[in-house]
């Protein structure tokens, strides 16, 4: 199906590629981004952190940092302790440490905080900190976490005996063990899909101004979710005056979020004690260094993945059991249902009968997380799981992975489809996804030429990733961060002049909401999108929303909009019906003007009606234009892809190149091709990256080994092949515009498609599986190992 649009190039709706409203102050550097805020009487602070991973503080003294000239205060954790804000909640009910009073658990952990009068002097102070510790060995290994011998690391928690934090299953236990037990096939790997950042361009910062005159706080900071901060605020701070009436947070421009800016971390909070007891405004902007080794991490999952089916490639049952590393703390940003997020997606695009899925999470000496970096909620390493099992089952029994998957795709005609875990599939056609991405790219002419060059002794590989995601968090029945629900709000005022601002809950961190959300204002209601003003991230204007992560803003917020504006056209309609006479069912709507059926000449522009409800409206109506709709979604949307990858291998070094790389989406309608085309490249390169570069490496003693950008390979536009994108739609029923979220689908379903490409070009030496990052260096080891070199 493609997309028609239905609105004109001037009106700019749905499907148009109207350029992004926010480039103009961003390509003039005029982007206005935390660090640029500079307010009267600023200070600033740094951030002393622990060089152990587990270590007790046996004394700080700061003696010589406070003679610093410039230096103002060294706040501790016995400081916060005052006020009872040296602990604060983690966004899964976990708890966490502002500041530790005793106890360091990770490598790169806030010890003490610096206050000074320029961000030189924090810094010079923070050398000047001397901190005695007494050094214990780390736990680092998760399996190893739960030997009885190891040491319990949250002794805070009353009771607590192991390193254990939860347990989570779902499927049907038996019955998978039964087709398990009776399958002709049985493939199982072990797979690690490790501990990665998300390495935004900007890192992580605030300044927090609280106003002791008016016992108000208005914290500026790179949040993707300013509202859901505001309450935490409260929560964390209430006690001493921070109710939430006196607490605004506005998050400005920001530079990437993709996940990891969610969470809360201890310096926001310090910032705002900081500020709240000494009366100046402080500014915190993390390093480079700081933001890789201490923010929190995405990922770091051990899965032991098995697929059960018949000789001839239908697949029957999956059971994946997973041991989850957390770190010293659970701040993942998971619905509270759901601590392994959306991972029971892992049974995937594919029709069969039933799987058992558990998963444990474990406590280490690590920084706190498992975000969902650029990803709703573990769907990432469930893609994974899903796809390298459908690549490994078909290179078991030697049938095209290609065939294979068509074999056993689940039929456009069965959506919605419900899963085994739980999930109503909205709708979904996995078949014209592949056969798109195949013919894109020769697949047929690729294996003929991969048989040439077999004979050859030539490595070349060709990797398939046919996946459903799952976004749009959440229908409130089972959604909620911290008990609130997972809506998503849109506030809509039309000026008497025909132009409006429309204010959102989610938060932008370049995705364009300010061209898209207008877009579908524009689609709606016939007013130029370029007319429309989009505001978000100040909480004391917009609605309240949870905020922008997991691709869910297109599926709430999105949605939110589409409804407040069908209530204002319904007001358009009653004025319409007002000033030309007639009745409401007379008249029939075109982007942008109510006319009567059958004499089109009697008509009212959108503009005239708007200016009437300020002017002229009927008796009895309420004036104005201004509509708000918080959008409580039916279920969530399931977009999907068809990624198809080429690699060629130099057997003598190891050495990768990314051939070609075909990537078609499903994102159902499309409110602006440019913007998706935009979202899928950038996330194409983020799903390199993990597949074969990316990894955040610890040593025994917990020392992070690759905690600067000179060892943490990002990809660049170097590393990045030529992308080759194109899509097919499938609307989503439930959604107001049919439209499905995307941002995160690039991410999710590139790395099994390297993956499977690298594996597929390596199997003829027997080697069936490598953990990502797959590097030169382990290509190379596993040739060697199975004496192909
Ligand atoms: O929540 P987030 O904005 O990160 O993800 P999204 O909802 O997938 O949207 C990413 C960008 O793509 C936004 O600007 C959307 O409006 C746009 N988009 C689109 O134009 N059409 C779609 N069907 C989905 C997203």
Request: glycine residues 8%; proline residues 6%.
């Amino acid at each position: 199906m493609t997309q028609v649009c239905k609105t004109s190039k001037a009106i700019g709706g749905m499907g148009h590629s109207m350029k992004r409203k926010e480039d103009g102050r961003f390509l003039q550097g005029k982007g206005n981004y935390v660090d640029d805020i500079k307010l009267d009487g600023m200070l600033y602070m740094d951030i002393v952190r622990s060089p152990y991973a587990y270590a007790k503080i046996k004394k700080i003294d700061s003696e010589a940092a406070l003679k610093v000239p410039g230096v103002l205060a060294v706040i501790t954790g016995r400081d916060l302790e005052q006020y009872n804000l040296h602990w604060m909640p983690t966004l899964m009910s976990d708890t966490q440490m502002v500041l530790p009073t005793d106890t360091v658990m990770y490598q790169a952990q806030e010890v003490a905080a610096i206050i000074a009068t320029s961000r030189y002097a924090a810094r010079d102070g923070r050398e000047a900190v001397r901190v005695e510790y007494e050094v214990m060995k780390p736990v680092i290994d998760p399996f190893k976490a739960l030997d009885p011998s190891a040491p319990v690391l949250r002794t805070d928690k009353p009771g607590k005996t192991d390193n254990h934090i939860w347990h989570w299953e779902v499927g049907d236990k038996a019955r998978t063990e039964a087709v398990f037990a009776s399958a002709d096939v049985v493939v199982k790997e072990q797979m690690h899909i490790p501990r990665i950042h998300v390495a935004s361009i900007e890192t992580c910062g605030c300044v927090a101004d609280y106003s002791k005159v008016n016992n108000h706080l208005t914290m500026y900071m790179t949040t993707q979710a300013p509202h859901a901060i505001r309450t935490v605020i409260a929560l964390v701070a209430g006690h001493v005056g921070l109710t939430e009436e006196k607490v605004r947070v506005i998050s400005p421009d920001i530079g990437g979020g993709f996940g990891g800016k969610v969470p809360v971390y201890p310096g926001y909070v310090i910032a705002i004690a900081a500020s709240f007891l000494i009366g100046k405004p402080v500014k915190w902007i993390e390093d480079r260094s700081e933001n890789l080794q201490a923010d929190s991490f995405a990922r770091d999952y051990h899965i032991t993945a098995e697929m059960a089916g018949t000789k001839d490639g239908k697949i029957l049952a999956t059971r994946f059991k997973v041991l989850a590393d957390h770190g010293y703390t659970d701040a993942s940003a998971n619905p509270s249902k759901f601590p392994t997020g959306m991972f029971s997606i892992a049974t995937g695009s594919y029709d069969y009968g039933t799987t058992f899925m558990e998963a444990d999470a474990i406590y280490t000496n690590k920084p706190p997380g498992g975000v969902a970096y650029r990803c709703s909620f573990r769907v990432t390493e469930a893609v994974h799981a899903i796809e390298r099992m459908t690549d490994r089952y078909a290179l078991e029994i030697g049938k095209d992975p290609a065939q294979l998957r068509f074999d056993n795709f689940i039929p456009k005609e069965a959506f919605p489809w419900h899963s085994p875990t739980g999930w109503i599939y909205d709708s979904g056609d996995y078949e014209a996804g592949l056969r798109k991405a195949m013919d894109a790219i020769d697949y047929e002419g690729l294996r003929k030429e991969q048989t040439e060059k077999r004979a050859k002794g030539e490595l070349m590989g060709i990797g398939i990733s046919t996946f459903t995601e799952v976004v749009g968090a959440g229908p409130s029945k089972d959604f909620d961060i911290l008990g609130i629900k997972m809506f998503d709000s849109a506030e809509i005022r039309v000026h008497p002049t025909g132009k409006a601002i429309a204010r959102f809950g989610t938060k932008s961190q370049g995705q364009g909401h300010e061209t898209t959300y207008a877009q579908i204002i524009a689609e709606e209601l016939g007013i130029p999108a370029e007319n429309i003003q989009i505001e978000e991230g100040d909480t004391d204007t917009a609605p309240y929303g949870l905020g922008t992560y997991a691709s869910r803003s297109t599926p709430t917020a999105g949605a939110a909009a589409a409804v407040a504006a069908r209530k204002l056209r319904d007001k358009a309609r009653k004025i319409a019906a007002y000033l030309l006479e007639v009745s409401e069912d007379d008249l029939e709507w075109e982007p942008g003007k109510f006319f009567v059926k059958g004499a089109p000449e009697k008509s009212k522009t959108i503009q005239e009606l708007v200016f009437a409800a300020y002017t002229n409206h009927p008796q009895g109506m309420e004036a104005g234009f201004e509509a708000t709709h918080y959008y409580d979604p039916p279920n969530l949307t399931f977009p999907s892809g068809a990624y198809i990858c080429v690699v060629d291998i130099d057997k003598e070094t190891g050495e990768i190149k990314v051939r070609r790389f075909v990537a078609i989406d499903d994102c159902g309608n499309i409110i602006n091709p440019m913007i998706v085309q935009g979202q899928v490249h950038g996330g194409l390169t983020q799903g390199i990256a993990p597949a074969m570069y990316e990894s955040l490496i610890y040593d025994d003693d917990g020392n992070i080994l690759n905690g600067t950008l000179m060892d943490y390979l990002v990809p660049t536009a170097v590393e990045s092949p030529n992308w080759e994108t194109g899509h097919t739609i499938t609307p989503s029923p439930h959604h107001p515009i049919g439209a499905k979220g995307v941002g995160e689908s690039p991410t999710v379903g590139a790395p099994p498609a390297i993956a499977n490409a690298i594996v597929d070009a390596l199997s003829p030496y027997g080697i069936t599986h490598l953990d990502i990052p797959i590097t030169p260096f382990k290509v190379w080891k596993a040739l060697k190992e199975k004496g192909a070199i």
